[in-house]
């Protein structure tokens, strides 16, 4: 079997989600990506044949405007590629692990979902195409509006969703339930690579956000709650890593002690980010509402790090409370707060989570989630030669 990911951005997790789903399932089947040239042609390990296939295009969430430069305008066209490279390499499965405007445009366009089996991943699933621009702005509203639209313009042999609530979303928009497979998202590894082994810090007690900073992260609520951690433990120290707006945050983070503040407001290396994850005694995910699962979640995951999550979304679908780590309300800082307290507070505690984070990971591992993936392209390519007889 022959497993063609096209892999159309260079740019947030999709790349790591790709890499980690490609290379464990290169150890059963022939497995190529279709992607641009750029820096994450490392991360695949050596089983994986790599085409560049595409120019990138590139733009920030921050700005979404700037998906409109001349050369994003102009790059666009190369992904026409994709059929001429599918057609040389005759794939039993194109998976596209998330599909953006332009991927479904060139697929539309050749009838690519007619003339191969393809399988799209929808990290998040949503009851409307139409985002609100009083919730989003209304630049993103709109391209938010046109990528859902887009999305449900391919016709797919299967839907791989992450949780059963994406799922019932999609029944109930029409979609077929045995279209449908759920697949948890795996927990991150590669980022480990990355870490240094020789780096101890068990004396630091650090507490970690990570990720794009974005209204629904809920970040507000966490500088609130580390007003209160740092009034109790005199050592704690706040670190906020990711792109994205932290002006509408300067009041409150005012209100800290800089001195116990870490911020690197830029796009996270895999080096930075292995570092920080390594140096982290909790992580964070302070959401206020949140679809799918969480790339952040999983990395926390491999690390063996503790977590406090919010009972936003599926959130909770992923940890047990009191296991790896705390479940809190939403917009609650004063219980955020009394959570992060007693896992720093609580050597015991820690390490217990810490134990139970690392199975829950080993649980979620790529080789478990490939061979789920592996049960779905063989059930694909069956109904697809049945269906063409």
Known sequence: ??????????????????????????????????????ENDRIFNKNVQIIHAFKPITFS????????????????????????????????????????????????????????????TFHATFESFLFSPRRYGLTKAIVFSIAELCK?????????????NDKKTL?????????IEVIPHGAYSFFKNFAKVNEIYDGEKVVLFF????????????????????????????????EGDMERYNTLIGKLDGSRLEIYNEFISNELAAQLFQRASVVILPYIHHK??????????????????????????????????????TKDSKALADAIVKILGDNKLRKNMSKNALRKAEKLSWNNIAKMHMEVYNEVTKRFSYDDT
């Not at 921050?62 to 992904?79: D, E, K, P």
């Not at 029944?171 to 279209?179: C, E, F, L, M, N």
């Not at 900073?213 to 951690?229: D, F, H, P, R």
Request: glycine content about 6%.
């Open 211 to 242: 990720g794009y900073v974005q209204e629904n992260k809920g970040l507000e609520y966490l500088l609130k709650a580390m007003k209160i951690v740092m009034e109790d433990i005199k050592d704690v120290k706040l670190v906020i890593a990711g």
């Open 292 to 329: 799918g699962h969480s790339g952040v979640l999983t990395i926390a995951l491999s690390f063996g790090k503790p977590v406090v999550i919010t009972d936003a979304g599926d959130l909770p679908s992923v940890i047990e409370n009191r296991m790896e780590g705390f479940i809190v309300p």
């Open 171 to 179: 029944i109930s928009r029409g979609v077929v339930p045995s279209k």
């Open 61 to 120: 969430r921050g700005n979404l405007l700037r998906a409109f430069t001349l050369g994003n305008i102009s790059n666009f066209a190369s992904y026409r590629n994709i059929y001429r490279v599918l057609k040389d390499l005759n794939p039993d499965i194109v998976h596209f692990t998330e599909v953006y405007p332009y991927s479904a445009f060139f697929t539309r366009l050749y009838d690519i979902d007619k003339n191969y089996p393809v399988i799209c």
């Open 152 to 164: 449900r313009s391919i016709d797919p042999k299967k839907i791989i969703v992450h949780t059963e």
């Open 1 to 38: 079997m022959k497993v063609v990911y096209p892999l159309t951005v260079s740019w947030g997790g999709i790349p790591h989600y790709t890499a980690e789903l490609a290379n464990a399932v290169s150890s059963y089947v022939d497995v190529v990506v279709l992607k641009p040239k750029d």
